[in-house]
């Protein structure tokens, strides 16, 4: 048959593309998208490969609903499950331990955030008292609650059971005046930063109490009510005591001093004698309730979201990661900050990047100052209006944090740009808002090799899950469906290894699962065989399923084991089993352009394709949406002899005859039985 010009389509990096935009072929992501893309991934040189197989490292608790990765001090990794009053510390092929954790229940978990530094974890919601995880070895790990040295006290309007509170001291100074003259002297006294009259001086401590204590109150930072004593108690001697009574002058953010202003060889000394403290109680308590959220950053431990007062976060002393206490002055002190926010406002992630940035429920705010000091109120700047659903965390790529809005149904992206000189948050699931419906956990797992971008792994309340290939400074962000038969996934994790991690429900149980690139199969279970035999047993947990097998090269199957059993064909030494599902990718219809803004609308025919695969082993193809049929490598030069995963196939697979009349013709890319399969382009000729 003599060759026709056909449509190329060598990148598939815009991913599966909304059905809202199969008519916008003018939209540069058109020509990259595809209509369906499931069980693959997007190669950022051009092309998708099949997604890889996950490898099941063992059952876990049927409760069990969240996972967190662990990297200790030694550079030990491990995979921790959290299930109600539970956590379990996993290896890459074994559980090591399990640790009780006092009162965390099944539905706390959905919530639960964490932060990790070396050997300690903490856990954190606004109804459990933040937790301390404490790693000592590969089956030495102990739990306790966190503890908060020296929490900062707020005035919540009153005790939960009412009335007023009774804890308040009010600060006292101390007034020596040396060397001054009666009647003659003049001074003034300054109250923090704020400068009374002229008062004249009398020996007369009580007279003198009366005038200061009528220039004090005259200032606009001082309210009604202080006290002013002679020391003495009596008209004698030289020293008053100013007390900071009254409403609105608790607490002790007062500075006293004083100045003679025609006297230059008289003083006043000004000294604390009692500390203030406002009335009030601890901000985070079990009355009060605790942090939503934290994070270690400038050798401080920063928590915030607090169920009394979500709006606020406080960063404890640095170098110093559970001392709170505000006593402790300076630029390195404690602090508690309350942000001015709206009403119904809630931190729920602090995250380190080039700046602090605080996720709340309605907006994402960035600190402007780099270091944190107790010195200088921190300055919050808005970037967006998102805001992000509770528990689902943030995460980083490439410079930027991604995260899940609080609507769970859009990826945002943070990253400071120098052109805004602030962080700019955008929309990057806008291509595939279909694929997004509730999404409560998320991961990043950074590329692992020179064809491969990072992929973020994301699993929905529905248990269905998705992959994206992102490479944001070639603008890809492909999305894509992760399905794995009847499974659902239930959470997901990248650990200190770089493997990306799944909680799954299988017919047999939950399952703790590694996504690995070179794997063909999912639940893959590795059996070894000495001597060789045909006859593979241990598989009960595939009994009455359809089951593959992937031994010496071969792909075997399907099998239903009995009692754990299968038979092969021949004899082999050994390799692994599991359950398939197939890899689909259907390619977008064709544009119908004949003219600017005039197009062709008439039914059409997809008659050929020109599929470029690399080292491949299995293909199949439909059309249409018709059934699948296989396409025979073997004629490509793949020999009968050699077993076939040893000889994958690199060529431009031509398919012809498609039938078929559609409004929308499309190609599917598929297979029909398992096999690696990479496509660098594929070329479609059509009769429209």
């Known amino acids: 048959m003599v060759a026709r010009p056909g449509r190329l389509q060598s990148a598939f990096t815009a991913g599966e593309l909304d059905k809202l935009l199969h008519e ?73 331990a399990d640790f009780t954790i006092s009162g965390l229940t099944a539905g706390m978990l959905p919530a639960v955030t964490d932060a990790q ?41 009153g005790p939960i059971g009412g009335g007023d509170y009774t804890n308040g001291v009010p600060a006292v100074w101390r007034l020596e005046f040396v060397g001054l003259t009666p009647g003659t002297s003049i001074f003034n006294l300054t109250v923090s930063q704020q400068e009374t009259a002229s008062i004249t001086y009398d020996n007369d ?46 607490g002790d953010g007062w500075a006293l001093s004083g100045a003679v202003i025609n006297k230059a060889d008289a003083a006043i000394l000004a000294s604390k004698t009692t500390v203030g403290v406002s009335p009030g109680e601890d901000v985070i308590s079990a009355d009060r309730g605790w942090p939503r959220c934290g994070t270690f950053y400038n050798q401080r431990l920063i928590v915030g979201g607090f169920k009394g007062l979500p709006n606020a976060w406080m960063f404890s002393r640095q170098a110093d990661y559970f001392s709170f206490d505000v006593r402790f002055v300076g630029a390195a002190g404690p ?13 729920e992630r602090i995250t380190d990047s080039r700046n602090l940035t605080i996720f709340t429920n309605k907006a994402e705010y960035w600190i402007a100052e780099r270091a944190l000091s107790q010195s200088e109120p921190p300055n919050h700047v808005a970037f967006g209006e998102r805001g992000v659903r509770p528990g689902a965390p943030v995460v980083k790529n490439e410079g930027a944090l991604n995260y899940v809005s609080a609507t769970g149904s859009v990826i945002g992206e943070a990253r400071f740009t120098d052109v805004e000189g602030n962080f700019v948050s955008r929309d990057v699931s806008l291509l595939a808002p279909h694929l997004v419906d509730n999404v409560r956990d998320m991961a990043v797992r950074r590329a692992v090799q020179s064809t491969s ?13 998705r992959v994206a290939t992102v490479l944001r400074e070639q603008d890809i962000m492909a999305f894509g469906r992760l399905t794995s038969g009847a499974a659902e996934f239930i959470a997901t994790a990248v650990n200190g290894r770089n493997e990306l991690m799944y909680l799954t429900d299988r017919p047999d149980g939950r399952r703790l699962e590694r996504l690995e690139d070179d794997l063909l199969l999912d639940e893959a279970t590795a059996f070894a065989l000495e001597p060789a035999s045909a006859t593979v047993t241990g ?21 239903t084991p009995v009692s754990g059993t299968v038979t092969l064909p021949f004899e082999v030494s050994g390799g692994y089993a599991g359950t398939w599902t197939a890899p689909l990718v259907r390619t977008l219809p064709p544009p119908r352009d004949v003219g600017p803004n005039v197009v062709l609308k008439r039914r059409a025919r997809l008659h050929s394709a020109h599929i470029s695969i690399v080292d491949s082993t299995s293909l199949a193809v439909a059309a249409n949406d018709g059934p699948l049929r296989e396409v025979s490598l073997r004629r490509f030069g793949l020999a009968a002899d050699v077993p076939e995963l040893e000889q994958g196939i690199t060529d431009t697979i031509t398919v012809r005859g498609l039938t078929g009349f559609s409004m929308e013709p499309k190609l599917t890319i598929s297979q029909l039985r398992p096999g690696r399969l990479t496509v660098r382009s594929v070329t479609l000729e059509y009769a429209l």
């Open 453 to 465: 971008g990072n992929i973020q792994s994301m699993v929905q309340d529905d248990g269905r899950a």
């Open 539 to 559: 598989l009960s947990r595939f009994n009455g399923r359809e089951t593959w097998i992937v031994a010496d090269g071969h792909v075997l199957g399907p099998f």
């Open 117 to 157: 530094r070396l050997d300690t974890m903490l856990l954190f919601h606004p109804d459990l008292q933040s937790k301390r995880i404490k790693h000592a070895g590969p089956t030495s790990w102990s739990v306790d609650n966190l503890p908060y040295v020296g929490v900062p006290s707020y005035d919540y309007g």
């Open 335 to 347: 602090a508690l900050v309350p942000m001015d926010t709206d009403g119904g406002e809630a931190i």
């Open 24 to 96: 916008r072929t003018n939209l540069k992501y058109f020509t990259t998208g595809a209509d369906h893309m499931e069980n693959v991934v997007s190669i950022p040189q051009g092309g998708f490969r099949w997604r890889g197989g996950l490898r099941d490292v063992g059952g876990v608790a049927a409760d069990a609903a969240r996972l967190f990765p662990f990297m200790a001090s030694d550079g030990s990794v491990y995979d921790i499950v959290l299930r109600p009053g539970e956590a379990a510390a996993w290896s890459a092929t074994a559980k090591l």
């Open 205 to 250: 401590m009580t007279a003198l109490a009366g005038l200061i204590a009528a220039a004090i109150e005259d200032l606009p930072n001082v309210s009604a009510g202080i006290t002013v004593t002679s020391a003495s108690g009596g008209a004698t001697g030289t020293k008053i005591d100013v007390e900071f009574t009254g409403a609105g002058n608790e």
